[in-house]
């Protein structure tokens, strides 16, 4: 049966798709994005389809679920995520495909305890750093199973992936195949050849990089911001601290493209549901956003920054800043 692994290529949508592999073997593995999902699932005429760790933004859904619907009707498809995703549409979902959402944990947790029983136990830890890597470790699975093994060992290796990948040697997707297929043969990300000298390039270019956003990073009401810094790779250590830098609730690294601006939003409070503001805001300014509580990131039209940072300072006032 021909398959296809439909995931994304950040630390938790590679650690998902090497699980996948792991269970399905003879598989491509194919990359994606929420802005570009839809068109590369079009693209796809298998016998059955694996999809992980993609967001489906909001503007999209009804053409997506249309998509899917017919191509059940010919595949297999099995859908692991952990992105919101409103009631009816999961439903929806869960009426059509093999349906496997659940907002508290990494789509790398959710699909290794959907197939526990058909691969290696080992395979638990990539389950274990894609939720180290999408801050999701702290589901009561993930927890208990960091208790069998050497936990500096199993942090060590998944920072080899999150900050490995950020370096240019790693930052097409060949490479990224190349993690994923290392990991769903049973070897770790520090077998990967270059990877763990790529991770500390990576610690270096992260100092250099604070000392960048503190010099370049502004502030309007509770939002931190910086612009353009040439360190593309880390958008979101330079939205953390543009959030640190000018003791803000909220940091958004921001990137002008051709036809609009690509901002990438981290906060150090955790009180915050990032993927909310993200999508309250963008839409409120004509452009889309998303994400996880921790960890989003917004399209919005070139000449609506401004208008983008009033929305976010409006909407945070409903968050109170905890008491010190």
């Known amino acids: 049966m021909k398959t296809v692994i439909l995931t994304h290529s950040d630390s938790d949508g590679i650690c998902a798709g090497a699980i996948a592999l792991s269970k399905f073997p003879r598989s491509e593995v194919f990359f994606t994005k929420p ?13 059955r389809i694996v999809i992980t ?13 249309k998509l899917l619907e017919g191509k059940s009707e010919k595949s297999e498809i099995l ?3 952990h992105h919101p995703l409103p009631h009816k549409v999961k ?4 009426d059509m495909l093999r ?27 990539i389950a274990i750093y894609g939720a180290i890597g999408d801050y999701s470790q702290h589901t009561e699975f993930v927890e208990e199973r960091i208790k069998s093994w050497d936990a500096r060992a199993l942090y060590f290796e998944a920072s080899a992936i999150v ?15 190349l993690i994923v297929r290392t990991l769903a043969n049973g070897n770790n990300p520090s077998d990967v050849p270059g990877l763990v000298k790529a991770a500390k390039r990576v610690v270096n270019e992260e100092f250099d ?50 036809n609009h601006l690509d901002i990438t939003m981290r906060s150090r409070d955790y009180s915050i549901p990032l993927n909310h503001l993200a999508e309250e805001a963008g839409e409120k300014v004509g452009g889309s956003g998303g994400g996880h509580p921790q960890a989003s990131g917004a399209r919005i039209p070139l000449n609506k920054f401004n208008n983008f940072l009033r929305e976010l300072n409006s ?4 968050y109170p800043k905890a008491r010190s």
């Open 35 to 47: 802005v570009s999902f839809y068109d590369d699932l079009n693209s796809k005429d298998v016998n």
């Open 53 to 65: 760790d993609i967001a489906i933004p909001r503007r999209d859904i009804s053409d997506v679920l």
């Open 79 to 81: 859908y692991f995520d």
């Open 91 to 94: 439903k929806k979902l869960e």
């Open 99 to 125: 349906v496997y959402v659940n907002g508290n944990a990494s789509a790398s947790e959710l699909i290794y305890r959907n197939f526990q029983k058909e691969i290696p136990k080992e395979r638990v830890w």
């Open 163 to 177: 900050l490995g990948i950020k370096d240019s040697k790693f930052d097409d997707y060949d490479s990224k195949r």
């Open 209 to 258: 990089l604070y000392d960048m956003v503190k010099k370049h990073a502004k502030k309007s009401g509770d939002v931190g911001f910086v612009k353009d810094v040439h360190f593309f790779g880390f958008r979101g250590p330079s939205a953390l601290f543009s959030a640190t830098v000018t003791d803000s609730r909220i940091g958004l690294a921001v990137y002008l493209r051709r």
């Open 315 to 318: 909407l945070l006032k409903n």
